[in-house]
């Protein structure tokens, strides 16, 4: 009631109650323009056989998960924004008004934060594995295999790269003369360039496992 008289204090009857009915108008506006959609969405399954049903109302609940993890993050994003913007107002003008907008905007914040943890992370990763078979059911073989190779080289790529700069940090580091004037760091950087040539033997074993996997896949490919 308080914040009702603020607000009509600092901004006008009239545009207050001008600001309600609007806001009562467009939540009408919503609710009706949902309802034609579901009584739509209703009739359109009303004419499918029981297999294209089931089908639709997987994708129906798919899209309802995802569009429900969309909307927690938003609110959450919308509720962090708000939350700043009342901290600045009371910071810059602490009165009883920015407090308690304050207070709202915390509570507010705080269950948006409470909605993203009930969040089943489970079934977002069963949407993104459901979203990767479906773009491979989407290739024809000849692009599945191109993607297996074109996967297979970049891990390639990467090792080698990560094996060539610990090579070339080695002969940097024995042409680079002024160091030896400094010889804690010189010892540091030796040792951390021996620690490097442990890690690449990880890299030439990666190497080895990932040519294998490659020869072996391509193997199955062709027989398939």
């Not at 994708?59 to 901290?87: G, L, P, R």
């Not at 760091?185 to 490097?196: A, E, G, P, W, Y």
Request: charged share 30%.
């Amino acid at each position: 009631m308080k914040i009702f008289k603020d607000l009509l204090t600092k901004h006008g009857a009239g545009m207050v109650l001008g600001a309600i009915t609007l806001d009562g108008y467009r939540r009408q506006v919503l609710n009706d323009r949902n309802n034609n959609i579901l009584d739509k969405i209703r009739k359109e399954r009303s004419d499918f056989s029981e297999e294209q049903r089931q089908e639709y109302d997987k994708w129906i609940d798919m899209e309802n998960k995802k569009n429900k993890t969309q909307s927690v993050f938003c609110e959450y994003s919308e509720s962090a924004d708000e939350h700043k913007k009342a901290v600045e107002k009371y910071n810059t003008n602490p009165n009883e008004y920015n407090k308690t907008e304050l207070e709202k905007q915390t509570q507010k914040l705080d269950k948006s934060y409470e909605e993203i943890k009930k969040l089943d992370i489970s079934e977002t990763l069963s949407s993104l594995y459901n979203k990767y078979n479906e773009f491979l059911d989407s290739l024809t073989p000849d692009k599945i295999v191109c993607l297996f190779n074109i996967i297979i080289d970049g891990l390639i790529l990467s090792s080698f790269i990560s094996v060539l700069s610990i090579m070339l940090s080695e002969n940097i580091i024995n042409k680079i003369g002024f160091l030896e004037k400094y010889p804690k760091i010189l010892k540091l950087l030796k040792l951390r360039n021996n620690i490097n040539k442990k890690i690449s033997k990880f890299y030439l074993l990666m190497h080895f496992i990932i040519i294998t996997i490659g020869i072996l896949g391509n193997i199955y490919m062709f027989f398939i």
